[in-house]
């Protein structure tokens, strides 16, 4: 249809007797841009420019301006603002019995035709470009941090941080107050769960109860950013952001048998508090950077496996296509995870909301381009990956490949002589046939195949030389404008940068011997960037509360939501450029607030005033994640296997991750943490997809919660609850030292964090005897009976909602 267009003769009958109209004064509202940018443009972009754009213009007529629009062409004008049925451009969209149709041979979809036409009558609003460059670079997010006052407030007795004073302030504008403190048993498994993805122990429970002091709840915060299974809980939460995966998707769903690299550096980066900054200088520009030592080249040579980590069209016949659509990915992921900028956007046309011009686009994407990301684009291609060896690696190999060295200099000197044997033979003067090991004898014969074999068996012996998906320099190109995104139709060349309305006055320079990502990742972290601590510092709260400052952590532009405490956002994006972008010093900051220490205490003024609890004014119930929920079924069962790191998917790298009867080869029937399991792309994990794990082909800051009947019947019917609820059964009974009661307030205190109460214990007892009454005549082994009424039991318990929602 992009080839469609208003002919003359068209255009003739489009334009009678319709008066020109003049450019409407009233500037458009926020929400008709919007409706414009994402609804009309789009179907004047696909079906109308090619014809009517900046490069053509049949019959005088464009389409690419408001003014122009208005204007009309040689005939006279199309659109008469506010009044559709007037305007003969809708009567041809609709293909109106005697209107011309357009476009010619192929009609508009219902919806799209109904778009022109609510647009047209709600006075054909179109986005003034000057006006709207002016105000997309003047918006909040682009302006950097400011540092504002911490507000007075009426209540001083209850802040406990500078923080508590930006909420409370806002609280108290709108004539609300905050909910009570949560009880210490809500908070200890309230933070457990935050920091740890895990539920606490009855010890920690009862260690934290009878510590009296005013640090008891700093020294828990302390414990659990000091636990090894912090960083598996939140550097989970990084690798939603890097899209992470253990296989490619799309078209050839091959291993990624090196990825667990990637995630078990992003889990120590976490543990070992790595400052934000250098966290991100590693991931764009490690290969880039200095080292102290081997050890620490390594690391930084995988940390650059963020950049690679995405999915490819590996059989794309068009390699140059398939360049820049790894391009895109990887500028897309860095934008979004980054700067919270959605630049792919600005591939094919300048961006539509935010200030990011197509030449924006194509400066950053020369930075790409000039990196190697693939070894080869031929189909199947196959993406980069860095040596890691160790020096005793080095030397295994050598004395490997010089054992093979010396095992084919016996199997030649044995060829040798026994090539002189047979020239011996045949004459001085004869030539060796074409085949002399035909003539060799049959001793010869079972000496050089008994070699030959031995070296096989030694080849298979070599030692793997391990390697990790990253990034390299290469070959340094600044990039053409693509137009309209059409790598074949190219415009002209941008020099590598960053976006003008970033830049500022001080944009970093590219040598002309780099690709650019080292300078690109000092930019970033500079102090006065607007963008790179807001984005992260958002991210944190988000994890923490459930929603961002910011609901829309991946888009910080004019699309996205502005935050609900812009103050509380910059203030606190200061804080941690100045503590050295330490993240455990944010935690620390956000869970030792009153704010954070809030009960779920339901207030119906509040409510009424803020249903949606932006303004903070009670702790959220939440609900645990997939990886939560079944590491909690694991734990409670006494089953979880708390083994860190390593690899995880049972075939090897580049290898397929499935046969041709597309049967799945990976297992997900080990007891390891959920971090642990291989996410395969095209076949994600059925307990991850149930409870909203995040795609891992795209990024994703924001996790959705939802709540549906499949889940539900995940926790009363799967295998996973069932054998949980058996090992956890079995575990009660195993204590001797308890009668009935006594195992029914173990279960409760050790599913739900808290004491049981009387009538529960009376409802338990009673589903003990009923079960085991139901099974007497089906099962006449009393023990087995007996186990299978507390698997009941113990099911029903896990089925709760109690088991899988925090306070």
């Not at 636990?227 to 939460?237: A, F, I, L, T, V």
């Amino acid at each position: 249809m992009r080839n469609h267009c208003i002919g003359p003769a068209v255009l003739c009958g489009l334009l009678l007797l319709v008066p020109t109209v003049k450019v409407a004064a009233e500037p458009p509202t926020e929400e008709q841009v919007r409706f414009f940018e994402t609804k009309i443009r789009p179907v004047f972009a696909s079906h109308c420019y090619r014809c009517h754009g900046d490069e053509r213009q049949r019959a005088g007529l464009r389409l690419d301006s408001h003014e122009a629009i208005l204007a009309g062409g040689e005939s006279g004008v199309i659109l008469v603002p506010g009044k559709p049925e007037e305007s003969r451009l809708i009567a041809a969209v609709r293909h109106m019995d005697g209107a011309p149709q357009m476009p010619p041979n192929d009609r508009l979809s219902d919806r799209q035709i109904a778009d022109l036409t609510a647009w047209v009558a709600m006075g054909a609003p179109y986005p003034d470009a000057e006006a709207a460059s002016a105000a997309n670079a003047s918006f909040w997010s682009f302006q950097p941090p400011s540092d504002p006052a911490v507000p007075a407030v009426k209540n001083t007795a209850w802040p406990r941080t500078a923080l508590d004073h930006f909420i409370l302030a806002e609280l108290e504008a709108a004539g609300l107050e905050p909910a009570p403190p949560a009880d210490k048993r809500t908070l200890i498994r309230r933070v457990t769960f935050d920091l740890t993805g895990l539920p606490p122990t009855r010890e920690e429970i009862a260690a934290f109860l009878a510590d009296e002091s005013p640090e008891a709840f700093a020294k828990v915060v302390d414990r659990l950013l000091g636990s090894p299974h912090y960083g598996e809980r939140w550097g989970r939460h990084w690798l939603d952001v890097a899209r992470y995966a253990d296989s490619n998707g799309l078209d050839e769903n091959v291993a990624h048998g090196n990825a667990w690299r990637y995630r078990d550096y992003v889990v120590s980066a976490f543990n070992k508090d790595k400052p934000y900054d250098r966290f991100l200088l590693e991931q764009i520009a490690g290969d880039l950077l200095p080292a102290e030592d081997q050890a620490t080249r390594h690391e930084q040579l995988i940390a650059t496996g963020f950049l690679v980590l995405g999915p490819k069209v590996l059989a794309e016949p068009d390699e140059r296509k398939m360049e820049m659509d790894i391009v895109d990915e990887q500028l897309d992921t860095f934008g979004r995870a980054v700067l919270g900028l959605t630049l792919g956007c600005a591939r094919c046309h300048d961006h539509k909301f935010d200030p990011i011009a197509t030449a924006d686009y194509y400066a950053l994407a020369g930075i790409f381009k000039s990196t190697r990301s693939m070894e080869t684009f031929k189909k199947v291609a196959r993406w980069h990956e860095n040596s890691i060896a160790t020096e005793e690696d080095l030397a295994r190999k050598a004395a490997h490949d010089a054992r093979v060295a010396e095992h084919k200099r016996v199997i030649q000197a044995v060829v040798d002589r026994a090539n002189e044997a047979l020239k011996a033979t045949l004459g001085p003067d004869a030539k060796l046939p074409e085949k002399p090991e035909s003539k060799y004898p049959a001793e010869t014969q079972a000496e050089l195949k008994k070699l030959r074999d031995e070296l096989k068996e030694i080849e298979k012996e070599a030692p793997e030389m391990p390697t990790a998906m990253g990034v390299t320099e290469g070959e340094v190109t600044n990039v053409a404008i693509h137009i309209r995104g059409d790598h074949l139709t190219l415009g002209n060349v941008v020099p590598r940068g960053v976006p003008k309305v970033l830049a500022g006055s001080n944009a970093p320079r590219f040598a002309d011997e780099m690709s650019g990502r080292l300078a690109l990742a000092e930019w970033l972290v500079r102090p006065d960037h607007p963008l790179t601590a807001r984005v992260m510092v958002n991210r944190i709260w988000r994890w923490h509360f459930g929603e961002g400052l910011t609901r829309s952590p991946d888009n910080f532009g004019r699309l996205g939501e502005p935050p609900q405490n812009q103050a509380l956002l910059d203030w606190l994006s200061h804080r941690f450029i100045e503590q050295g972008w330490s993240i455990k010093k944010m935690h620390r900051m956000i869970l030792l607030s009153s704010t954070y220490q809030m009960s779920s205490h339901y207030n119906p003024k509040a409510a009424a005033t803020d249903p949606e609890n932006r303004l903070r004014w009670r702790a959220d119930i939440r609900r645990l994640e997939a990886e939560a929920i079944r590491d909690s079924l694991l734990a409670v069962a006494g089953t979880l296997d708390l083994t860190m790191g390593g690899a995880v998917l049972p075939v090897k790298n580049r290898a397929y991750l499935f046969d041709h009867t597309s049967k799945d080869v990976t297992k997900y029937d080990n007891t390891r943490r959920s971090i642990y399991q291989p996410i395969v792309r095209n076949n994600l994990y059925d307990v991850f997809q149930l409870f909203d794990f995040a795609d891992p082909s795209v990024l994703n800051g924001n996790r959705a919660t939802t709540t549906v009947a499949p889940q539900a019947l995940f926790m009363m019917n799967s295998d996973i609850v069932a054998e949980a609820s058996d090992r956890f059964a079995t575990r009660l009974l195993a204590r001797e030292d308890l009668d009935d009661a006594g195992r029914i307030a173990l279960a409760f205190e050790e599913a739900y964090g808290r004491p049981v109460r009387e009538e529960e214990i009376a409802r338990s007892r009673r589903h003990l005897d009923q079960v085991s009454a139901a099974l007497s005549e089906s099962e006449p082994d009393s023990t087995r009976r007996n186990l299978a009424a507390w698997s009941s039991l113990c099911q029903t318990i896990l089925a709760a909602n109690e088991f899988i929602y925090v306070r």
